[in-house]
T-cell receptor, first 115, second 114 residues
Framework: DTGVSQNPRHKITKRGQNVTFRCDPISEHNRLYWYRQTLGQGPEFLTY????????KSRLLSDRFSAERPKGSFSTLEIQRTEQGDSAMYLC?????????????FGPGTRLTVT | AQKITQTQPGMFVQEKEAVTLDCTYDTSDPSYGLFWYKQPSSGEMIFLIY??????QNATEGRYSLNFQKARKSANLVISASQLGDSAMYFC???????????FGAGTTVTVRA
């Protein structure tokens, strides 16, 4: 399977703990995106990388959120000092710059529950 | 600012019938792309179909077609010959030429009845 993968699929954590999620994009894709989806809503953009450069991070929800993409391969999204409002599905997507409409292919998501 | 509107929160359709999901959008950019995604209960977003703003013909992918009416800023998805496996949430999304992110609508839940 050469699709986008995300780990873990589910994460339950206590309020105040730090969590880190990993995304492995489709190998030839140079763009990687993180979105957050709350129940009953469409995904909301968080941040985006082109290769290893993080080109947009102003949509990250607070300074507790950070993302990296070392060497332009996999990416991690970290949430520090989690709050109950952080409970959501975190989706990763990847795309190839010059492919058609630049359609984004999504991973299965990581569902975060903060207790 | 981009805006995507999906006015149908939920729809029921009989198996083997066609269903149309509405999507309207708002942008001032003459170059943009419109996308439809399917999200089953498992949670994964599945890309279905893409329409570019300069494309002369409506996009089709198997049983999916996109009814693109540029003057009305409308990009409705038509699913023909509905199957039970089509039951899912469907999202309309847009990206303009200056942007990289997708902006999504609120989604429409489709339930296919046997």
């Amino acid at each position: 399977d050469t699709g986008v993968s995300q780990n873990p699929r589910h994460k339950i954590t206590k309020r105040g703990q730090n969590v880190t999620f990993r995304c492995d994009p489709i190998s030839e894709h140079n763009r990687l995106y993180w979105y957050r989806q709350t129940l009953g809503q469409g995904p909301e953009f968080l941040t985006y990388f082109q290769n290893e450069a993080q080109l947009e991070k102003s949509r990250l929800l607070s300074d507790r959120f950070s993302a990296e993409r070392p060497k332009g391969s996999f990416s991690t999204l970290e949430i520090q000092r989690t709050e109950q409002g952080d409970s959501a599905m975190y989706l990763c997507a990847s795309s190839f710059l010059s492919s058609g409409g630049g359609e984004q292919y999504f991973g299965p998501g990581t569902r975060l529950t903060v207790t | 600012a981009q805006k995507i509107t999906q006015t149908q929160p939920g729809m029921f359709v009989q198996e083997k019938e066609a269903v149309t999901l509405d999507c309207t959008y708002d942008t001032s950019d003459p170059s943009y792309g419109l996308f439809w995604y399917k999200q089953p209960s498992s949670g994964e977003m599945i890309f279905l179909i893409y329409q570019g703003s300069y494309d002369q013909q409506n996009a089709t992918e198997g049983r999916y077609s996109l009814n693109f009416q540029k003057a009305r800023k409308s990009a409705n998805l038509v699913i023909s010959a509905s199957q039970l496996g089509d039951s899912a949430m469907y999202f309309c999304a847009m990206r303009d030429s200056r942007d990289y992110k997708l902006s999504f609508g609120a989604g429409t839940t489709v339930t296919v009845r046997a």
